[in-house]
């Protein structure tokens, strides 16, 4: 039992031994693998390095073999430059916003459609021909004006309609979107019935630039109380932590632009009034000093003939013997013998014609006037 015993203690120890000296032998073959290895690239980089050198010439060899006898010394490590960490380009936040037509007849209905790339917060404005602005979005029946990122909006609801006013013009959309509902955009909220679209007293481009101004101030405090808090901490607790992104990824905006037109009213025509035939022009009598004084009639016995006188035109003087007689038609009493019988009148000028005038007989005249 003894020598068992001892047998079984040679045994362990031989085990113990073992144990010990494998992880050493193991490490010497792991090396002399290695070395193998190196043996054998260091002999494939010098037989490119004695191809290239039998290609280069004797001026480019001399300094070669110089960087060779370098590279025999040792291997230089190389120098680590630190490089920034450069953010890749992320999501940009956009908005648009189009009519569903590029021009309108006053009165005509109209639908306007709008998107944005995120959630956010949209404010809708339509500027006419005159210039004045108004607020169409949010409204008095439509207040909740925020969307979904991805989805396809469109105004008015069935509670209402946005029908075009004119004047006829070019007339614009602007669309703003914001990814948070910021407290200057609160009068922006509020409405009447009497004004449903309201003009507002800030204009969108000043409530912009409100904003954005706003907004980089917050940033910049932000960035300083990171960096206090930065500065505080222990290098192990420095960790990369993701930074939000500027203002002009919280803001986006678009326009649209269409026509209004005049709608076109047929008129009736005024009636044609009746045809009247222009009146004749009336001619006043002479003035007295372009006459001649009609001299006092001698009695009638002494006239022995008679004269009867029709004109065309009418209402002509008749002078006889120059003493004027009386107008156009008419009979007149005349002397025996040759009488002077004067026509005259203001347009067609004087016409004269002597007469034989017989006693107790009637002579008739026949006159056509021309100019």
């Not at 144990?19 to 260091?42: D, F, H, I, R």
């Not at 101030?217 to 500027?246: A, F, K, M, N, T």
């Not at 007295?288 to 001299?295: A, F, I, R, S």
């Amino acid at each position: 039992m003894k020598a068992l015993w001892s047998r079984i203690q040679v045994l362990a120890f031989i085990l113990a031994l073992a144990a010990v000296c494998a992880p050493s032998l193991n490490a010497k073959q792991e090396e002399k693998v290695g070395e193998t290895k190196e043996s054998s690239k260091e002999k494939a980089s010098k037989d490119e390095k004695s191809k290239e050198g039998a290609q280069r010439p004797e001026s480019e060899e001399r300094n070669w073999d110089r960087g060779g006898e370098r590279e025999s010394l040792g291997v230089v490590p190389r120098e680590i430059v630190p490089r920034p960490i450069v953010p890749l380009p992320g999501h940009y936040f956009s908005v648009r916003v189009y009519p569903n037509r590029s021009s309108y007849y006053i009165d005509d209905r109209v639908r306007v459609y709008f998107t944005a790339s995120d959630d956010a917060y949209v404010y809708i404005f339509n500027t006419d021909a005159a210039g004045v602005t108004r607020q169409i979005y949010p409204n008095y029946w439509d207040r909740d004006n925020s969307i979904r990122g991805g989805h396809l909006y469109s105004i008015p609801d069935p509670d209402y309609a946005l029908v075009a006013t004119g004047p006829a013009g070019p007339e614009s959309l602007h669309i703003q979107a914001y990814r948070k509902r910021w407290d200057e955009l609160r009068p922006w909220d509020r409405f009447e019935k009497s004004d449903p679209y309201p003009k507002r007293e800030i204009s969108p481009e000043s409530m912009r630039d409100r904003i954005k101004s706003q907004a980089e101030e917050s940033d910049r405090r932000e960035h300083e109380h990171e960096e206090s808090d930065r500065r505080g901490r222990s290098p192990e607790s420095l960790r990369i932590q993701p930074v939000p992104p500027p203002y002009p990824s919280n803001f986006a905006e678009d326009w649209a632009r269409f026509t209004t037109m005049a709608r076109y009213t047929h008129y009736p025509e005024p009636p044609v009034p009746p045809y009247h035939p222009p009146t004749p022009p009336y001619y006043p009598p002479r003035p007295p000093e372009y006459l001649p004084t009609p001299p006092v009639p001698p009695a009638h016995e002494e006239w022995t003939g008679i004269l009867r006188i029709e004109t065309s035109p009418s209402s002509c003087d008749v002078y006889l013997n120059g003493v004027y007689s009386g107008r156009s038609p008419g009979t007149f009493a005349a002397p025996v013998g040759t009488c002077e019988v004067t026509i005259y009148h203001p347009d067609y000028g004087s016409y004269v014609t002597n007469v034989r005038v017989r006693p107790y007989e009637t002579e008739t005249l026949n006159i056509r006037m021309q100019r």
